[in-house]
Structures are given as C-alpha cells and as structure tokens.
C-alpha cells in the first residue's frame, strides 16, 4: 500500500474517532458505510463500539479503512473531506469551558477560565470575525468553528482531483462492466469489438475533453453501453488521466472543490454509470454541470432508454442536466457489420455468443451468461425438479441435438437419470420454474418455435462445453438422444457423429460400455460387420450384453455353432434377451442331430424326432 494511502487511513481514523463523539456521527458513519458497502466490504465495526479502548479501536478502524482505500480508491475523496472537517477535534484534546457575558476590547483575546462581557472590535473596512453569545448558556464544553471563505485558492494547495485514481489503474469491472465467464488463463473481459457508434462517440468525448460537458450512452438494458462509454475514453485520454468514478448515491457538490488548483495540463474526467442513480438535488443538477463545464470537465454517463426519456422529455431540473448532453444510442441487436467484426477475433466467449446466443443479443449473452449458470448450478439444493429438466436439456444439445427439443424427447431424457421420478405436475412445475425470464431477457429453458418444444438458452451449453469440471452426458442419455433424433426427425448425422467422437476413445481404452454402444450404433446403421467388430471385441473381455448382441448376429448369419457359444455364456449370467434365440438354436441343433441318427436307422432317434416335430413344447 502507498504510504500516501496509510497515512490518510491513519487520520481518517483519528477523526472519525472524533466524529463520533459528536451529534454529526450518524450522518458521518453513512457516508463512510456507503463506501465500505460499495467496496464489498462489511460495515458492521462502524457502529460496533465494544469494550475497547478508544485507541486500540482507532487502531481497528485504520486497518479497515486501509482495506477499503485498497477496495475502493475512489472513497479517498470522502475520506480526506471527513479528515479535514473533523481532523481538528482529534487533535484539540481537553475543552475550555468558557463562559463570555458581556464585555468590551481592542486587542488580541485570549479564552483563559472565565471572561465576562466580551465584545471584538477591528479597524472600518477590515474583516471582522462575529462572536455572539447571546441568550447562551453553556454547561459542557463549548467548541467554535471557523469557516473561511477564499477569493483564490492558495498557490500551494493541493487539490483534492489530484489524488482520483489514474486510468490506468481502474478495473472495467469496477466502472460497472458486467463480467463474463472466464476459464484459467483467460482475460477477465472479451476484447472490445467496435461498435457503429464509435466514431460518433469519440468525437463527443474529444470535444467535452476540450470544452467541458456531458456525453451520454443510452441504450436498451444489457446493450453494452458501459463498455462502450470505457473504450471511448480509454482510446480519448493519456494513462496519466484522474478519473472520479461516483458510486450509486454519492454526494456530487464537492466535485468544483476537489477540483481547485488542480494541474490544468492534466485531464480529469468524472464517470457516472447509470445516470439516473446520480441526478437530484445531491447530485448532478444544472448548476453543478454548468460549474464543471466552465471548469472544461468532461462528464461521461451511462443511463438506460427508458430512463433517458423519462428524465430528458418528463420536464423538471432534470431535463435541463439532459438536455445539453451528447448522447449516442446502442443496441442489443447488432448489425451486420459489428457481426463482421465480431468474427474476426478468436475469442472463445466472443464464438460462443455468435453460435449460441439465439434470439438475445451478444452483449445479453454475455452479460447474462454468469447469472444464469450460477442460478442452474445452484439449483440442486433447493430445486432438484427444475435441475434436472435443465441438465437434460442441455445434455442433449451437448449430444447434438441443437434444435428445439420436442417435449415428450425431454420428458424421456429425465427418466435416464435415475434420480428423480418426475409426475407430470413435476414436469409441469419445473418447465415453469426454467423458463422464467432472468433479467427480463431469458429463462434457462426457452420455448421454442412449435408448441410443446425447448431448447436450453445457449450460454449454458456453450459453459457446460467450456467448463472442464461439467460431468459427462450419461450413457443412457446419449442412447435417448440417438434414438430421439431419429423418432422426431431432427440432425441424426450430428448426434451420431458426436456420439462417436465421444466413444472412440472410450473403446480404444477398452471400456466395454463405449464398445457395445458402438457396436449398437453401427447395427442400428445397418453396418453388421462393423457391429460384430465392436461386440465381439466387447464380448471377449467379458461383456454381457456384448455377448448377447454377438450371438444374435451370428445367429442371423447361420454361425449356430458360435452363437450359441456367446448366448449360453449370456443367458447363464441372466440376459433374458438371450434365452429365446439360445432355444430356439438349441431346438434346431436337435432336430438336426436326431434327423441324422433317425437316418442312420436309430429308432430312439426317430422316436425323439417324431416327439420334437409332432409335440413341440413337450419333454419326457
């Protein structure tokens, strides 16, 4: 930490020490809470006084406050105006109690015990200071404040503007950015792609630069309109530029005095996210707007449609702050020119928003993408219903299925999971509960074009195929998606083939479930010969069902012999799926047998044939 910042933290705590010994601590502490809250940071030990003495919690104080200078540069400005208001009662110590009845004189007057009769005569034309006590009677200590007024500031006073964070070391998310999902090694934010109101935009900055004023960025909820705002200052202002970032709330008729004898070679800029939390009477009025402008301040602001237009057309102060404003309009549905260059970046957050983002625009998809994955992954605990109709919407658009999901297909993928047995006022529930809009844009699940259909909103795909720690789609589910495709109609080829992609890898570490489902695939295709591959491969490092699929197959092609081998080896373990074909081969390899030795002349043969052939179903 800078020693500039511990040493303001240090005295900043002095004097709310001071502070709160007076009537003015509860006005005080909220308008150091208000920081403290911003910076997302606890606020308690403000109003914690405890068993501590008054220095250990002076020292308490300072470590907080120095977390919240680190948290929050821009409550530096509060700080120093608390620092400067209250500083001199921290140092003052003990009070003289004075009692002033009366009296006249002509020189310096010193407070000393009792004075009695008190009047304070200067030369005509000179500045008086005014000392009255009438009607006053004092009981407890009695403590004077000086109020100075100043033709020009001092020459060597140093401006509160000058200790604003420089643009350099602000953060996107904390001028109100909204974030992103990000994997390790991955900038915090995508990289800005350049919107059609760019050019427009800088020459109103450039301009306020110059001449003092207001621009403001409007535009429709999630439209982008705080990035755009950073990136027109970031291209229009030196690193060494002072930034004032208002939080919600802030108390703005300070800003002409923070700026008193600061540097004119600098820029100093104050940023206003979210314009209608910043007017009123504490905030950006007429009159300040006009102080900053003859001061050639730049005022740059976000602000949404509907509150622009409530505030700039409604009448009232309002509208005048507005009404002298550059403004630029965005958009959350991109040209097809910003799709243009939209595509020439490889981000991966940037590709997924031009794959997936639906009928939302890219910034929504961006911007909501975080929110709904933590609404659905937090989901689990408190509704496991509406998880699961979620987790099997996009399980099967993992699978391929990147189309509107037909309803019964989703309702069948539910059951694969095992974990839930889902009635249809469950489903019912829970289609409800995924489909609320969040944010007043999208739900999780979203409906699709023909009725009774879904298809999971597609940040959650697009994270689920990011996020490393994502389990897998379950093998049964990724039966029902093949099986599902090819009932409904919808892209077989690229769920077979995303299928594959996943298997392959599988069998080549000799995972039986991966073989027999392949084996299953390429006979559900009509490739026999890939499928025998598959099941047999399965079928000798023992699996089951592999064994069963095997012998069926061999069974079709006349291979008994073989067949039964694997069948006998399935049905002994229980694979009901193989009995029927086992008896049957069985049967047939009888009257074989038993024709052969009838013919030979074997009577008992002839016996157990005519038996066979004449009573079938019956045994000795």
């Known amino acids: 930490m800078e020693p500039e910042l511990e040493e ?21 502490s909220a308008r150091v809470a208000h920081h403290v809250k911003d910076a997302g940071l606890s606020e308690g030990w403000l109003s914690a006084r ?87 009677t004092f009981n407890g200590p009695a403590i004077g404040v000086q109020h100075n007024h100043y033709g020009a500031p001092s020459p060597t006073a140093r401006a509160l503007a000058a200790d604003w964070p420089r643009i350099t070391r602000l953060r996107r998310l904390a001028m109100g950015v909204h974030p992103t999902r990000r994997l390790a090694g991955e900038p915090t934010v995508p990289p800005y792609v350049t919107r059609d109101c760019d050019a427009g935009l800088s020459g109103l900055v450039r301009s306020a630069l110059l001449n003092g004023g207001l621009v403001v960025v409007t535009g429709q909820p999630l439209s982008g309109k705080t990035r755009t705002a ?23 008729r300070d800003l002409p005095a923070q700026l008193r004898g600061r540097d004119r070679e600098g820029t100093y800029v104050v940023w206003l996210d979210d314009l209608a939390d910043h007017l009123g009477e504490h905030g950006l009025t007429a009159g300040l707007l006009a102080q900053l402008v003859h001061e050639r301040i730049l005022v740059i ?71 709904l994955w933590d609404k659905w992954r937090r989901a ?40 839930l047995d889902l009635t249809d006022e469950d489903f019912d529930w829970a289609l409800a509960w995924a489909a609320e809009p969040w944010n007043g844009v999208t739900g999780l699940l979203v409906r699709g074009e023909q009725p009774d259909t879904w298809r999971a909103y597609g940040s959650l795909v697009a994270d689920a195929v990011r996020w490393p720690e994502t389990e897998p789609v379950p093998d049964m589910v990724w039966g029902e998606a093949v099986a599902g495709a090819r009932t409904h109609g919808l892209d077989t080829d690229t769920v077979v083939a995303s299928f594959r992609a996943v298997m392959l890898p599988r069998a080549d570490g000799r995972d039986l479930t991966a073989m027999y489902g392949l084996g299953a695939l390429a006979h559900w295709e009509g490739d026999v010969v890939e499928a025998e591959s598959w099941h047999r491969k399965a079928a000798d490092l023992g699996d089951l069902s592999s064994c069963n699929a095997l012998g069926q197959i061999l069974a079709n092609r006349g291979a008994k012999a073989e067949a039964i081998h694997y069948l006998e080896i399935a049905a002994e373990a229980g694979v009901e799926a193989a009995y029927v074909t086992l008896g049957k081969l069985h049967r047939d390899r009888a009257r074989h ?24 179903g019956q045994t000795e």
């Open 593 to 616: 047998w038993l024709t052969k030795a009838a013919e030979a002349g074997d009577a008992e043969a002839a016996f157990q044939l005519a038996h066979l052939v004449l009573k079938p």
């Open 230 to 252: 950073w990136a027109a200052l970031r291209r229009a202002v030196r690193d060494d530029a002072r930034i004032h970032v208002a939080p919600r709330g802030t108390d703005l």
């Open 380 to 419: 689990p605990q408190g509704n496991p219903l509406g998880y699961l109709v979620v987790r099997a919407a996009v399980d099967l658009a993992r699978c391929g299925i990147t189309a509107d999901i037909p309803q019964v297909l989703l309702r069948g993928t539910c059951a694969k999971y095992g974990e």
């Open 50 to 136: 405890g068993p501590d003495r008054e220095s250990l919690r002076a020292l308490k104080w300072q470590g907080r406050l120095a977390r919240l200078l680190v948290s929050n540069p821009s409550s530096a400005a509060e700080l120093r105006s608390i620092v400067a208001e209250f500083a001199p009662l921290a140092d003052a110590g003990p009070q003289v109690r004075n009692t002033v009845s009366g009296g006249v004189t002509d020189g310096v007057v010193l407070q000393s015990g009792r004075i009695d009769s008190l009047t304070v005569n200067a030369a005509p034309g000179t500045a008086q200071d005014h000392i009255d006590f009438r009607d006053g």
């Open 8 to 28: 303001l933290a240090a005295s900043a705590a002095q004097a709310l020490m001071a502070a709160s010994r007076t009537d003015k601590w509860p006005e005080v």
């Open 301 to 371: 602001a976000t602000m949404n449609d509907g509150d622009y237009d409530t505030h700039r057309f409604g009448g009232g102060p309002t509208s005048r702050v507005l009404g002298g404003a550059g403004t630029v309009q965005l958009s959350h549905d991109w040209s097809e020119t910003e799709l243009t260059r939209l595509a020439l970046f490889d981000d991966p957050r940037l590709a997924d928003a031009r794959e997936w983002r639906g009928e939302s625009g890219i910034t929504q998809f961006l911007a909501l993408g975080p929110e």
